[in-house]
């Protein structure tokens, strides 16, 4: 005959966690959270800024190297429909969000279209005070101007984008006054 086992002993203890150890743990959580998203933020909104920088310059070499290969003007522009440039003479900053083409002449009607790039995910971009396009001639060199990109990003975020006479572009990482 088996002993009687008593009604405590076949009941295991279980373990878990308290009332007070998962309030402590949510408080935890809480202030990781509150102390993580603006970095993060921060952090996206900075590589927002670095792409389309990286975007721009891509954009502004292969026109200037279009320009040189091809010998002859070579446009770059933002397009809505892809068959001329479509650029504004408000400064609202919209223009240059939309995606950039790079046509073979003054990116009028009927020049060819050589390159697209996607539109971009910044607020505001903006190109020098009457929205130009920029225009190479076949020596890689601008059309007689210098001019100014200011990209405005959000987190207090930006970037200049600037093309010199001589068509070479460089980057100043502050954002702009005019943001």
Not at 50 to 75: F, H, N, P, W, Y
């Amino acid at each position: 005959m088996r002993p009687i086992a008593s009604p405590s002993a076949g009941l295991r203890s279980h373990h878990g966690f308290t009332l007070i150890e998962l309030i402590v743990a949510i408080a935890v959580l809480a202030i990781m959270v509150t102390w993580a998203v603006p970095s993060f933020q921060q952090f996206t909104a900075r590589n927002e800024v670095a792409a389309e920088v990286m975007r721009l310059k891509s954009a502004l070499a292969m026109t200037r190297s279009a320009a040189i290969t091809r010998r002859g003007t070579v446009t770059l522009c933002p397009s809505v429909d892809m068959s001329q440039c479509a650029i504004s003479n408000n400064a609202d900053g919209k223009a240059w969000l939309a995606t950039l083409a790079i046509f073979e002449g003054r990116g009028e009607p009927g020049d060819t279209l050589l390159r697209t790039l996607g539109e971009s995910r910044l607020p505001a971009i903006t190109y020098r005070n009457d929205n130009r396009p920029v225009r190479y001639k076949a020596l890689g060199r601008t059309m007689g101007y210098n001019g100014t990109f200011r990209l405005c990003g959000g987190q207090e975020e930006g970037a200049s984008v600037i093309v010199s006479n001589a068509g070479r572009v460089r980057v100043e990482s502050s954002r702009p006054s005019e943001c």
